[in-house]
């Protein structure tokens, strides 16, 4: 994969992934052409943990670029990152998730409400059933860690200060085990953000 062209010409004939592949190859989202999955190719490319991609050790400073790379990447039952097109694939390192969700708007309130999130490449998303979102807690730390799903196994770390507004606009229930939590409510689906202390 050259970086700056081979990207351009993502595109195939049928307009289908094929049905040849092993159920692994088709889990990851892999294509085929002709039955045949893509060559395996090796490519030095990294996502840092605030988004930024980076080639051969620099960053790629053209976001349209990256934003033509984010369009094939898939993630593996394994959890590791490819990049794939319907002739080549290789995997990428990938710091923490390949986005990072950078702005917030909200609609509506209660239950009805709607938490739409922008993401460093101008994805935009409704949390929901379809786009959950997740808060990992630091084992060690306790430092909390909060996702938002932006498509299949693919993730968007949610900025701090976003994040610290979502705090700000959440509100407290009580559990089914009688615990407190915070979270917010976005086309229905309520989402925990973290749990208060006991009484």
């Not at 390192?93 to 009805?112: K, L, N, R, T, Y």
Request: proline residues 5%.
């Amino acid at each position: 994969m050259k970086v700056g062209n081979a990207m351009a010409n993502d595109k195939r004939a049928d307009g289908q992934t094929g049905s040849e592949t092993s159920s692994g190859i088709a889990a990851a989202g892999i294509p085929v052409v002709l039955g045949r999955t893509p060559t395996e190719e090796s490519y030095d490319i990294r996502i840092a943990r605030d988004g930024t991609w980076f080639h051969n050790g620099d960053p790629i400073r053209r976001i349209e670029l990256a934003k033509l790379f984010s369009t094939v990447l898939r993630r593996d039952d394994d959890g590791d990152y490819w990049l794939v097109t319907p002739v080549e694939r290789g995997r990428i390192q990938v710091e923490d998730a390949p986005f990072v969700a950078v702005e917030m708007i909200v609609a509506g309130s209660g239950a009805d409400q709607v938490l739409s999130f922008r993401t460093n490449l101008d994805h935009w998303v409704e949390a929901g059933a379809e786009h959950p979102i997740r808060v990992a807690v630091d084992p060690e730390t306790g430092e909390p860690a909060p996702y938002i799903e932006i498509r299949s196994r693919l993730e968007a770390l949610i900025l701090r200060s976003v994040f610290y507004d979502m705090v700000e606009r959440s509100e407290t229930r009580r559990t089914e085990t009688g615990e407190s939590e915070v979270g917010l409510w976005s086309k229905k689906v309520f989402f925990a953000l973290g749990r208060l202390p006991g009484d």
